[in-house]
């Protein structure tokens, strides 16, 4: 049983940024995580990907604006994410791809 704890989210205005950090309560460097948004009524979408080997994968929609790595501790991914537009509001999640294990979310609100 793995838990996955996220954090960083918060209200930030257009154009600024903020970190995402997804701590598990085990080690998952060994895995493939991906973080994932969702807004309401919309299906959950896969925003970035990280392999066990470091190979990244983004939506195009964040592409050059967000970045997804591991922690020096084998138990944490994050998300930076910068030039935050209103369309990047949603709660985000942190998952170990493949299994079941979701964190429980974190909102983050674009808005001025």
């Known amino acids: 049983q793995v838990q996955l704890v996220e954090s960083g989210g918060g209200l930030v205005q257009p154009g600024g940024s903020l970190r995402l950090s997804c701590a598990a309560s085990?080690?998952?460097?060994?895995?493939?995580m991906g973080w994932y948004r969702q807004v309401p009524g919309k299906q959950r979408e896969l925003v970035a990907s990280?392999?066990?080997?470091?190979?990244?994968n983004y939506a195009d929609s964040v592409k050059g604006r967000f970045t997804i790595s591991r922690g020096n501790a084998k138990n944490t991914v994050y998300l930076q994410m910068n030039s935050l537009k209103p369309e990047d509001t949603a709660v985000y999640y942190c998952?170990?791809?493949?299994?079941?294990?979701w964190g429980q979310g974190t909102q983050v609100t674009v808005s001025s």
């Open positions: 998952h170990i791809r493949a299994t079941q294990y």
């Open positions: 990280i392999t066990r080997g470091g190979s990244t």
């Open positions: 085990g080690s998952i460097d060994i895995y493939t």
